[in-house]
């Protein structure tokens, strides 16, 4: 396979991490679940299973730190494996320099004894030279490995902290598919998360996320977890699950490797830090004073995804505004598809089927594309003609208050990239001048108990009288603790007189009207129009105050055009704005979001759109940390 070059080093140090199996009362079966490892101040997880072994070589008495590289002609320079493994540092956040301490150097072919110049670059350390039947495989990725005593190569893992307190699991992953919870962690008061090295992967066609990390919201099933969706009661009562969920599963289909399940607010209903969450504690929203409500109920991807850098994507549900409203205070790409794009109908715990939707979140307009063709598969098309007509809502006219700069020098330049015309648009106006002549006159109250109505005369039947029932069953006719926001809105549902289907009749006639008067389906651009809102400007919700008893979530407003309409809504970040922030007595800064709005089915068009805006510098990628603009320390945090 190749030659062998290693230099030895002193810089790991080894705690086991061991599983203890009683049969009965006489025997004891002890199982490795892999080590804990530190390398130079950083922890790595090592995986109990090998990926290949070196016969005739074997590390310290614990593990040496390896780094395998590929090489395809019949030379390899000093100057080329110093090149190569600056490349690793620069690109992997998994490797390190002290992985040189010793390389393999791997040739594909595996024919003949190839010996390669000696790697002079690492001092005047003494070389050692291995040959190609040394190696047992046809070889392994490029990479940081872990050399055991007895010639094992295994991976590396880095382990990270969950200082925000997003995750509620962290996972490690079988070569079977299935899940196991990761059974390592680090100094502090928060779980570990184990990231593979990036270097193992390589995206290609049928893997285009390839080596993508990926948290995923705790109300979808994932082979080998439990499922909590929010609530203690629930976590323990159910077995692992045995499948994964559709939406997640498509992820891991085209590469994507699960980290983590992330914190929801219970049964997915829409909770606010800290007052509303009793069962577990809401995960912090990294930016500004770092004191502000992470939104819900998809708060674990949300704040996970705005924190941390080393986290690529998460996977949320949107079914009232679930993922748009944490990705417009996290200041990230969040989107809320057309309904129906991937099916939650299994291994997904239901607010409202006729609702539901699956969402991403990223930092990364381009991955954001790519992750949502592997999500939506063929349900989703893609095109690049663009609507020239661009409806606003809630838009300054002048500049009067931070943010308002930002928002009118975007729409200046959407507007002049597309060659469109933005107008104002309001919404209740144009339902009065336009509605169907059956309907009622005023939209906000034509809507205002739909969505309420929706969330809890289906998810009483769905969620909790199975749930209540389980409960029941094995706890002596007890019933399961269930936080304040859940138990106002089941109350509600269980007496309200109005019905499932004249909620649904509503929306119809709500949908059927957005269809033809306000985002029309066009044959050359997908929506005759846009229509562009703002999502966030500087919102401030401070998680240290106290809160009104909860109550249901009546109402309508432009954030449910998209939930009615069955139409795509995404959440593009923009900047952000100043505030003075009574935590800390000084100038803060949150984000500014504005959110894209088209006819149904359109999904692929905005996503189109909002790369060609990437490109030509009029949106960037968001920042992990304190700020989506800048990055930064958060502030109690320094990485």
């Known amino acids: 396979m190749g030659a062998l070059y290693w230099v030895r080093t002193s810089l790991v140090t080894t705690f086991a991490a061991v599983s203890v199996l009683i049969r009965g009362s006489s025997t004891a079966s002890v199982c490795t679940t892999g080590f804990t490892v530190s390398l130079n101040d950083i922890y790595y997880y090592v995986p109990p299973i090998p990926v290949s072994t070196i016969p005739s070589r074997r590390g310290s008495n614990g593990f040496t730190p390896i780094t395998v590289v590929s090489v395809t002609g019949s030379s390899f320079s000093s100057s080329d494996l110093a090149a190569t493994v600056s490349n690793f540092t620069a690109t992997d956040d998994v490797y390190q320099e002290a992985f040189a301490s010793e390389i393999h150097v791997q040739h594909p072919s595996g024919n003949g004894h190839r010996r390669y110049n000696r ?56 070569r079977s598919g299935v899940f196991s919870v990761l059974p390592a962690n680090l100094p502090g008061q928060s779980l570990g998360v184990a990231v593979p090295s990036r270097l193992y992967y390589t995206p290609t066609a049928e893997k285009p996320l390839a080596g993508v990390r990926l948290g995923v919201k705790d109300i979808y099933d ?4 439990r499922t909590s969706c929010g609530n203690r009661a629930w976590y323990h009562l159910y077995p692992p699950a045995e499948h994964t969920a559709l939406a997640a599963q498509n992820l891991v289909d085209a590469g994507a490797i699960i980290v983590g399940k992330m914190k929801t607010s219970q049964f997915a209903n829409g909770e606010t830090a800290t007052a509303d969450w009793v069962d577990y504690h809401s995960p912090f929203n990294p930016r500004g004073d770092g004191y502000q409500d992470p939104s819900s109920s998809s708060s674990g991807p949300g704040a996970g995804e705005g924190a941390y850098p080393w986290l690529d994507i998460t996977l949320g549900s949107d079914t009232g505004g679930s993922v748009r409203n944490p990705s417009q205070v996290q200041g990230i790409y969040g989107n809320r598809p057309t309904h129906g794009l991937v099916s939650l109908a299994e291994y997904v715990m239901p607010l409202s089927p006729v609702l539901d939707t699956p969402g991403l979140l990223t930092r990364d307009p381009v991955l954001w594309s790519t992750a949502a063709k592997a999500l939506y598969g063929t349900n989703i098309t893609f095109s690049t003609s663009y609507p020239r007509s661009i409806k606003t809502v809630g838009f300054p006219t002048t500049p009067t208050k931070p943010g308002d700069d930002l928002l009118l020098g975007f729409l200046a330049a959407v507007t002049s990239f597309l060659s469109a015309e933005a107008k104002p648009f309001n919404l209740s106006t144009h339902w009065t001048a336009t509605k169907p002549a059956s309907a009622p006159q005023n939209l906000a109250e034509f809507l205002n108990i739909t969505y309420p109505i929706l969330i809890t005369k289906q998810q009483i039947p769905l969620v909790r009288d199975p749930f209540y029932r389980d409960y029941a069953a094995v706890h002596s006719g007890r019933l399961p603790f269930v936080d304040p926001v859940p138990l106002v809105r089941w109350g509600y549902g269980e007496n309200a007189t109005a019905t499932v289907e004249e909620a649904v009749a509503n929306k119809t006639v709500f949908m059927e009207w957005v269809a033809s008067e306000v985002l029309v389906a066009d044959s050359q651009t997908c929506s005759d129009s846009l229509l562009l809102y703002v999502g966030s400007q500087a919102t401030v919700r401070y998680r240290n105050r106290y809160l009104p008893a909860p109550s249901p979530p009546f109402g309508f407003g432009t954030s449910q055009v998209s939930i009615f309409a069955e139409v795509p809504d995404m959440v593009v970040p923009i900047g952000q704005a100043e505030y003075y922030s009574t935590i800390t007595s000084h100038a803060e800064y949150l984000p500014v979001t504005v959110d894209f709005v088209a006819a149904k089915g359109c999904d692929g068009m905005i996503f189109s759109l909002v790369e060609e805006l990437f490109t030509a510098g009029i949106v960037s990628i968001s920042e992990a940390g304190g700020s989506n603009v800048d990055g930064g320390d958060i502030l109690f945090r320094r990485w």
């Open 119 to 174: 790697p002079s670059w690492i001092g005047n350390a003494s070389v050692t030279h291995s040959w190609p039947s040394d190696w047992d495989s046809a070889g392994i990725p490029n990479g940081p490995y872990f050399l055991s005593a007895s010639g094992d190569v295994h991976e590396a893992y880095r382990l990270y902290s969950d200082v925000q307190g997003a995750f509620s699991e962290t996972v490690i992953a079988s």
């Open 222 to 225: 994932v082979a080998g977890l």
